[in-house]
Structure formats: C-alpha cells, structure tokens
C-alpha cells in the first residue's frame, strides 16, 4: 500500500532563516506531488507540483521554491523566511490520471517568529 | 478562479441534515471531497467524475452537475463524528492531465449532541 511521509510535524524558525521541508511517498511510482499551505482559520491553497522528476509548477509567486530530486521525493524551500510564511504546510500525492484521488501528508506547522 | 463554498459554517443538532454547495466558473472534470478535523491532515470522502453523477457513503453523498458546475455534499442524519471542516476540489478540464485540485474556503460543520 502507498504512504506518505512529512517531516518535521513542527518548526519553529526565526525570521529571515532558511527552511527544507521533505515530503516521500512509498509504495507508488511516478505520481504527482503537491504543496499546499494552509494559513490558520483558511483554506488550502496550493503553492507547487510536480509530474515528474525536475519538473516543478509554481502556483503562487513568493518566497518559496520545491525540488523533487528523485521520483517519490518533494522538498520546499526557503532561502529566507518571513513572518508570513508560517502555516500549515501540507504535501499530497495522486496517481497522476485524470480524476485521482489526493491523498495528504499530516502536514509541518511551521511557525515564524 | 477559487470555487465557492456556501455556507460558511453550520451548526446541527445530532440527527439533523446538512447541504454544503460548492460552485465554479469553470468547466469541471471532477469534483473532490475532503474533510478536515481541527489540527490534522484532509481525508478524502468522495470523487465525482463529470457525467452528472451522485455518489453516497452510509449516510453522506454527494451530486455533480456539469452543467452548472456545481456540486453538493449532503449529510444526513448528522452524527458528532461529522464535525470538521470540509472542502470541495475542482478539477478542470484543462487540468486534468496534472490532476491539479483547487479548493474552495472551506465549510465549518459543528455537530452538537
């Protein structure tokens, strides 16, 4: 069966340090993978993803940037973080056909001060 | 274009019934459904594909109209279990390849006893 890992589940950072939040997924070859952020109180809003190994589409111009350096891996990153980057980050994953589920990570919390 | 999702919030009774609608500008190719309890990850509830078709689990289904680009999550018979958020995701047509989702604002449901 297919899982999905996020790490860390908490973050507390200062402002203007940088940030890698890693996201894996076992089980599945080529999926798809997400980023959402969820502010508190707010919906989902996606920031990157990802069909393929290299391949990265941003949603939402910010201060964030992802990779996905091997098939079932995805990491977003900041080189300097700011107050209003703190959220709940979210990755998810799907198969990749039209009309697949999403399925999510427990999410990294991540706190800017 | 973010769906819309009415209403914002809803408070039941135990046993009580719930509509939550969730409307698009776009031409829909699917329709997800999640829920999400304070502080977790969303759980996927149900898919619809374009065709105008509803779907049901136990006591919560759901409808598709294409044509209107709407969909609608019914809850019947509310149990205390039912309380989170919920969220709609559109799927366009012209996405459909990415299997990209955008969700709407959410859904507050408070089931009390």
């Known amino acids: 069966s297919q899982t999905i890992h996020q790490w860390p589940a908490t973050l507390v950072q200062p402002v203007g340090s940088p940030l890698s939040l890693e996201c894996t997924v076992e089980?599945?070859?080529?999926?798809?993978l997400y980023w959402y952020r969820q502010a508190a109180g707010r919906g989902l809003q996606l920031l990157f993803y990802?069909?393929?190994?290299?391949?990265i589409s941003s949603e939402v111009p910010q201060n964030l940037s992802a990779s996905r350096p091997q098939d079932r891996q995805f990491i977003l990153s900041s080189k300097k973080l700011l107050l209003s980057d703190s959220g709940f980050y979210l990755c998810?994953?799907?198969?990749?056909?039209?009309?697949?589920?999403?399925?999510f990570g427990a999410g990294t919390r991540l706190s800017v001060l | 274009q973010q769906p819309v999702q009415s209403p914002q919030a809803v408070i039941l009774r135990e046993g009580e019934d719930a509509v939550i609608n969730c409307s698009s500008s776009k031409a829909l190719y699917s329709v997800h459904w999640y829920r999400q309890k304070h502080g977790e990850a969303p759980v996927f509830l149900m898919i619809?594909?374009?065709?105008?078709e509803q779907k049901g689990h136990e006591k919560i289904s759901a409808s598709f109209n294409e044509k209107k680009q709407q969909s609608s999550l019914y809850l019947t018979a509310s149990q205390l279990s039912y309380s989170g958020t919920y969220f709609c995701?559109?799927?366009?047509?012209?996405?459909?390849?990415?299997?990209?989702?955008?969700f709407g604002q959410g859904t507050t449901l408070q089931v009390k006893p």
């Open positions: 998810a994953w799907s198969s990749g056909l039209a009309g697949n589920i999403q399925y």
């Open positions: 990802s069909v393929g190994i290299g391949q």
């Open positions: 619809l594909l374009k065709g105008g």
């Open positions: 089980g599945t070859s080529n999926p798809n």
């Open positions: 995701g559109t799927e366009d047509t012209l996405s459909s390849n990415t299997g990209k989702l955008i």
